[in-house]
């Protein structure tokens, strides 16, 4: 099979390369694959120097102040010792290179797979997210409005939706019991994280989006956190919601492995940062309206199955899980 000839915007970002950087022959250029590139063209470089993840952005004021600071922060991880994808710097020493309307950065390639969830690696990467929350505890980050935080709203629309779609497939009363016990649980969850309950939540720097396919690893050793686009100010409940969200309530609705993935990632967490009662209070209808709220809106989007499941699957696995995170919650109401 021949080598395929680079494209011609391959080839100029070849030529930006070499003008501005110093790594040496540039041995192999590709874009990555579309689906890989939700927000920014991406291209993976491999040169005399080593391999290199190269992203490119619209030169707008706003959107290179974000960038400059996922490079501070990026800096900051790495001096405290928890793993990053280093950003190469060109000949001037700045690590964006703007060209016309547009910006580059390069970033080292990290050697590695989406996380899989053993009990190693959510040790690794409960640990991780307690370090960082503590290291970046005053860390300079930008304003927003850290007390309403994504998927911090019932997703209403979203869930009758999903029940729509399920019902379409299966016209059972097991549907309609499903919908019952999903949305009670979210009507209560509604209540418990009211605006009053969040201006009791602890903010600081978040990381925004903490789930596997942003933590890199290498066997169950984690090797880097990656994509710091959503990090800023917020309340740390929202970054432990989304942990326990996407390791361990993704993937299963049995009790027993519920019981031992989040016990599991807590109890690691809580050696560096301790919940704050009102954290513990709040923590499962947090993560029970991101999980509802994750899964409608991916079965809307893909109009239909969504990680082996279709619709009323998935309605079904809700309501189960559902259950299992309001036990927990009254549990913790109760004090056992």
């Not at 016990?181 to 009053?196: G, H, I, K, M, P």
């Not at 978040?206 to 090797?223: C, E, M, P, S, V």
Request: charged letters at 25%; glycine letters at 6%.
């Amino acid at each position: 099979m021949g080598v395929t000839e680079p494209t011609a915007s391959e080839r100029a970002l070849a030529n930006i390369v070499y003008e501005h950087y110093d790594l040496g022959e540039i041995t192999r250029l590709h874009a990555v694959p579309l689906v890989h590139q939700r927000r920014h063209r991406k291209y993976v470089i491999e040169t005399e120097a080593g391999k290199f993840l190269a992203k490119t952005y619209k030169a707008e004021p706003e959107v290179l102040d974000t960038l400059r600071f996922q490079h501070r922060l990026s800096a900051h991880l790495d001096e405290n010792e928890l793993p990053v994808a280093r950003i190469q710097p060109a000949f001037s020493g700045n690590k964006i290179v703007q060209i016309d309307d547009w910006a580059l950065e390069l970033q080292e390639w990290i050697e590695g797979e989406s996380m899989r969830i053993t009990g190693r690696s959510l040790i690794a990467s409960a640990d991780a997210l307690g370090r960082f929350h503590i290291v970046c505890r005053d860390f300079p980050c930008p304003e927003r409005d850290s007390r309403i935080w994504r998927f911090s709203e019932v997703p209403r629309d979203m869930f009758a939706r999903l029940y729509e779609m399920a019902k379409r497939e299966d016209h059972s009363r097991d549907m309609d019991a499903a919908c019952n016990t999903v949305a009670l649980f979210l009507r209560e969850s509604s209540n418990e994280l009211n605006q009053d309950a969040r201006d009791r939540f602890e903010t600081g720097l978040i990381h925004g989006d903490w789930h596997g396919g942003n933590l890199l690893f290498r066997g169950d050793q984690l090797a880097a956190i990656i994509d710091l686009e959503f990090a800023g100010d917020g309340c740390y409940l929202e970054d432990i919601a989304y942990a326990v969200s996407n390791l361990c309530v993704r993937t299963t609705a049995e009790p027993v492995k519920l019981h031992q993935r989040v016990d599991l990632l807590l109890a690691y967490y809580s050696k560096h940062r301790t919940l704050a009662p009102s954290e513990e209070r709040s923590l499962y209808y947090a993560v029970g309206i991101k999980h509802v709220a994750t899964v409608c809106y991916q079965c809307i989007q893909n109009n239909g199955a969504v990680a082996g499941h279709s619709p009323a699957q998935w309605l079904a696995i809700l309501a189960d899980q559902s259950e299992w995170l309001n036990e927990r919650a009254h549990a913790v109401k109760k004090g056992w």
